[in-house]
């Protein structure tokens, strides 16, 4: 990744998730490689508004570009999506929208009412 030009990895797998790299094997081999790295552990269940804006604060904070995971790419892509309706004033329906434009498809994930209510909220709408 580094050599993509990816200066951080956010990983949102909580700790306690089967699969992928152990949390603190895949710190020491993104720092190995020169990337950042944070642990922003996100489960659907525990969402709430609070959690998503401490993560677009801190996503602002870290050096860019930024490669998001978790074990499937939907909850990486949510937040995305939330911070980009955020920042450009989407509604829930525009942010969907865009994610499924690029491949993110979320309609059969818990987490696309969230997502779409988060950027209602974010927008006024």
């Known amino acids: ?7 951080t990895v956010v990983n949102f ?5 089967i699969g992928g790299m152990a949390l603190p094997e895949e710190h020491r081999v993104a720092e ?3 990337l950042n790295y944070l642990h922003h ?3 659907v269940e525990e969402l709430d508004e609070e959690g998503v804006d401490n993560f677009r604060r801190s996503i602002d904070d870290l050096p860019q570009p ?7 790419g939907a909850r990486a892509g949510a937040l995305a999506l939330m911070a980009l309706a955020a920042e450009n004033g989407w509604d ?13 498809d979320l309609s059969k994930e818990k987490i696309a009412d969230f ?5 209602d909220r974010k927008s006024g709408r």
């Open 66 to 72: 930024v490669f998001l995971h978790c074990s499937s």
């Open 115 to 119: 997502v779409q209510a988060y950027a």
């Open 13 to 17: 797998r909580k700790a306690d998730e």
């Open 32 to 34: 190995a490689v020169g």
């Open 92 to 104: 829930g329906v525009t942010a969907l929208q865009y994610g499924g434009d690029r491949g993110l």
């Open 1 to 7: 990744m580094a050599t993509e030009g990816m200066m």
């Open 41 to 43: 552990p996100v489960s």
